[in-house]
């Protein structure tokens, strides 16, 4: 089954650390980007992250509410996406999802998710 | 960075409306966006890219126009299942910035 499963959430102290996880299973994982995409409680979607396929520091991109803070990184011989999470603040409470991030075919030159995890809780809180 | 901008920030239709929402970008972003439907309690899932693309399996109902800075999203005849929040996404570089979202009920 191809699917996405988060884990390594949480209830952290401001602050305080956390490493999230992504397993991906029943596709080629290393043939695609992924992102991390936050949702507060009651609130939209946030781009929170994203990295290339090969996981190569020249396609890394932050939010700016993150930069400095969180780090994303993968393991392709693990079919896994981590996103290292410092200095965690209130605000950063949100359910953390990781997606899939697709080259379309037609038209080419497009990009979207198309695969999503069910998300892991964080809760920053003293 | 650009930002992207949704309205309305909810509406209520009828069953059988037609419904529109905008998503406007505050630089021009050509055609490199992404609409999302988010029903309650579930995951996001994409509806249309390239601005007017749609998703296989979507229905055709949803159709998604404009370039450069103002883009729509219509549904041409609201249906119950319809009721969701809807996410406009850039794409063209980073920040891979989301709109505000559109709450959709029916009346």
């Known amino acids: 089954e191809v699917q996405l499963v988060e884990s390594g959430g949480g209830l952290v102290k401001p602050g305080g650390s956390l490493r999230l996880s992504c397993a991906a299973s029943?596709?080629?994982?290393?043939?695609?980007?992924m992102n991390w995409v936050r949702q507060a409680p009651g609130k939209g979607l946030e781009w929170v992250s994203s990295?290339?396929?090969?996981?190569?520091?020249?396609?890394?991109y932050y939010a700016d509410s993150v930069k400095g803070r969180f780090t994303i990184s993968r393991d392709n011989a693990k079919n896994s996406l981590f996103l290292q999470m410092n200095s965690l603040r209130d605000e950063d409470t949100a359910v953390y999802f990781c997606?899939?991030?697709?080259?379309?075919?037609?038209?080419?030159?497009?990009?979207?998710?198309?695969?999503w995890g069910r998300g892991t809780l964080v809760t920053v809180s003293s | 960075d650009i930002q992207m901008t949704q309205s309305p920030s909810s509406l209520s239709a009828s069953v059988g409306d037609r419904v529109t929402i905008t998503c406007r970008a505050s630089?021009?972003?050509?055609?490199?966006l992404a609409w999302y439907q988010q029903k309650p309690g579930k995951l996001p899932k994409l509806l249309i890219y390239?601005?007017?693309t749609l998703q296989s399996g979507v229905p055709s109902r949803f159709s998604g126009s404009g370039s450069g800075t103002d883009f729509t999203l219509t549904i041409s005849s609201l249906q119950p299942e319809d009721v969701a929040t809807y996410y406009c996404?850039?794409?063209?570089?980073?920040?891979?910035?989301f709109g505000g979202g559109t709450k959709v009920e029916i009346k």
């Open positions: 997606a899939r991030w697709m080259s379309s075919v037609t038209p080419s030159g497009h990009w979207y998710s198309d695969l």
């Open positions: 996404q850039k794409y063209n570089s980073a920040p891979l910035t």
């Open positions: 630089q021009g972003i050509s055609n490199y």
């Open positions: 029943g596709f080629a994982f290393s043939s695609y980007s």
């Open positions: 390239a601005a007017s």
């Open positions: 990295i290339s396929s090969s996981g190569t520091s020249s396609y890394i």
